[in-house]
Nanobody, 114 residues
Framework: QVQFVESGGGLVQPGGSLIVSCVAP????????MGWYRQAPGMQRELVAA???????NYADSVKGRFTISRDNAKNMVYLQMNNLKPEDTAVYYC????????WGQGTQVTVSS
């Protein structure tokens, strides 16, 4: 049962910006820490950013200073603003709780290439 719906990915040039969004049912969003994860081809899925129910965020070292996670509790949505994108940021991006449950959405593809 898919519980998370991600959107907003696309093709962007190195140095560009993109924002990805995720909506989840209130029952699995409200009050829980949420995270953005990514999986590049041939790699394991990794956590890139997480935010608590009260808005405290933390980031993987690889994206610190470039990515910003935020949430809108009224809309059950979580966002990831990505700036100064690099080719190594190319991946499918997923949202889930942090730590995650076993129900993943389809994700949204982000490709950074010139």
């Amino acid at each position: 049962q898919v519980q998370f719906v991600e959107s907003g990915g696309g093709l962007v040039q190195p140095g560009g910006s993109l924002i990805v969004s995720c909506v989840a049912p209130g029952s699995i969003f409200r009050g829980y820490a949420m995270g953005w994860y990514r999986q590049a081809p041939g790699m394991q899925r990794e956590l890139v950013a997480a935010i608590t129910g009260r808005g405290i965020a933390n980031y993987a070292d690889s994206v610190k200073g470039r990515f910003t996670i935020s949430r809108d509790n009224a809309k059950n949505m979580v966002y990831l603003q990505m700036n100064n994108l690099k080719p190594e940021d190319t991946a499918v991006y997923y949202c889930n709780r942090s730590p995650p449950n076993n129900s993943w959405g389809q994700g949204t593809q982000v490709t950074v290439s010139s």
